[in-house]
């Protein structure tokens, strides 16, 4: 039987060290293919090199980056959970990878990598945990209503995840975010704009002819992905000024809107006003980007909410947003912690002894979540 707090800590050992040792000590990891509606999808397993099954399961959900399941960050994660003694498996959802923002095929995703994982004899029956990263949180959220109605899914642990699309573009735009009434600013990182933009901007009503914009902006964020500079550093500007080559003269400035040189932020004014033209562009296109659009009052399983304070992609106003949304509808926690950003670490914090019982008491809770 699991042991939440000793399997927190095996956690946390399995995080240090998975930053450094590849292979992972005492974790295998092998490539898979999984089946469905559509067709094949690739896999990632991490599982202990020892031990007897059946294992606790566990379905991870990457983001919207070109890695995908193969993400630094997303391979920490699931060898450390592997570590705890889990069994653990990461499907690919190729068109996140290609930064295209459909929830669908996430969705077919966690359905076939669930199923999966609840026949296979090495897993402990009862369901598994979904577990959904950054932009892929909601999708967890939604996949988890479904399954855990047929008894696949016990509970759904979200990191870095976002509630409502307004917010979460606004502060992509802007930097500012609403807490206890009042505003706050974090200086945002330029690719969550570059994707959203590259999505709908095009599908805003009187800007189709703007798809050379949002083919620049895609290609920009997918550099970002492939060759590792930060979108805003110094070291983004000559990939700016390579992709604006391919804008039409006339869209340059709308270009330069989402993309400035690294020392400036977007025009306010012209930012806000874009912020309301991309979230209804997105929530036309898209629906199921949001939860309360896509829940239609179906009951969850326990949800754990994790972010990060610094998180400068996906704002940390926005889990807590999640949990008020959640609290009458699922056993829901939260955890805001300063020890990350948004997919890794943050700067040293004074608080640090703090700040990592706060992060295990944490993934206490979500270990707990194969106790029930």
């Known amino acids: 039987m699991a042991v939440p707090t000793l399997d927190a800590l095996r956690f946390a050992r399995g995080w240090t060290r998975s930053a450094s040792e590849v292979p992972f000590p005492g974790v295998a990891v092998e490539s898979m293919t999984l089946r469905d509606d559509a067709g094949t999808l690739s896999a990632s397993r991490y599982r202990p090199s020892s031990g007897s099954p059946p294992r606790p399961g566990w379905v991870l959900l990457h983001g919207a980056t070109r890695p995908g399941h193969e993400h630094t960050a997303i391979v920490r994660f699931a060898a450390a959970l592997a570590s705890t003694g889990g069994d653990v498996i990461v499907p690919e959802v190729r068109a996140w990878r290609r930064l295209e923002l459909d929830p669908a095929p996430a969705l077919h995703a966690l359905e076939a990598a669930t199923e999966h994982m609840c026949a296979h004899p090495d897993v402990q029956p009862g369901g598994v945990v979904l577990v959904g990263l950054s932009f892929g949180c909601p999708q967890a959220l939604i996949a988890g209503a479904d399954l855990a109605a047929r008894g696949l899914v016990r509970g759904v642990l979200g990191y870095g995840g976002y509630h409502d699309l307004l917010a979460t573009v606004r502060f992509g735009l802007t930097g500012q975010f609403r807490r206890n009434g009042r505003t706050g600013y974090l200086r945002p990182d330029p690719y969550g704009r570059w994707v959203v933009a590259a999505n709908y901007l095009h599908r805003i009503p009187g800007y189709e002819g703007t798809e050379d914009v949002s083919r620049a902006l895609g290609r920009l964020a997918a550099m970002a992905g492939d060759h590792g500079f930060m979108s805003w550093e110094p070291s983004s500007d000559p990939f700016k000024d390579d992709v604006i080559e391919s804008v039409s003269v006339e869209n340059r400035e709308l270009f330069r809107l989402f993309a400035p040189p690294a020392a400036q932020d977007p025009e306010p004014g012209r930012a806000r006003e874009m912020v309301f033209l991309l979230t209804e562009a997105a929530r036309t296109t898209h629906p199921q980007l949001e939860l309360a ?80």
């Open 293 to 372: 659009s896509a829940l239609n009052g179906r009951a969850l399983p326990p949800v754990r909410l994790i972010h990060g304070r610094q998180d400068h992609l996906i704002p940390f106003t926005e889990t807590l947003a999640l949990e008020r949304f959640l609290r009458r509808r699922a056993d829901v926690s939260a955890t805001v912690t300063d020890l990350f950003a948004h997919s890794g670490e943050a700067g040293r914090s004074a608080t640090r002894i703090v700040e990592a019982g706060r992060f295990l008491a944490a993934i206490r809770g979500a270990m707990a979540l194969h106790r029930r």
